[in-house]
Nanobody, 124 residues
């Protein structure tokens, strides 16, 4: 079992930055894959970014490429999503998820464990 807890969301003006955290407890391995997804009001959940829990093998949606970055903290068993140059269209609930295989996926259906989500609101 893996438990995930996100934090770091909030209200920020356009052009600002936020760093989301995803802390894991339970059994995790560096080879697991993790993903960030988001869901805006009235829209389906969409892929944002993914990578290897232990670092590397990152992939980003075109809409966030160059602005968002995944990083990790080995000691805290946590991964982060650094979000810069935020835009109003980035407003959504952000979720982290873990896939207990060693291949990256862009599909939410392929992820096994999910956090509760954290709200990000970007004002114009």
């Amino acid at each position: 079992q893996v438990q995930l807890v996100e934090s770091g969301g909030g209200l920020v003006q356009a052009g600002g930055s936020l760093r989301l955290s995803c802390a894991a407890s339970g059994r995790t391995f560096s080879s697991y894959r993790m993903g960030w997804f988001r869901q805006a009001p009235g829209k389906e959940r969409e892929f944002v970014a993914a990578g290897r829990w232990g670092g590397g093998n990152t992939a980003y949606a075109d809409s966030v490429k160059g602005r968002f970055t995944i990083s990790r903290d080995n000691a805290q068993n946590a991964v982060y999503l650094q979000m810069n140059s935020l835009k109003p269209e980035d407003t959504a609930v952000y979720y982290c998820a873990v896939r207990i295989t060693s291949t990256t996926s862009w599909s939410e259906d392929d992820y096994d464990y999910w956090g509760q989500g954290t709200q990000v609101t970007v004002s114009s």
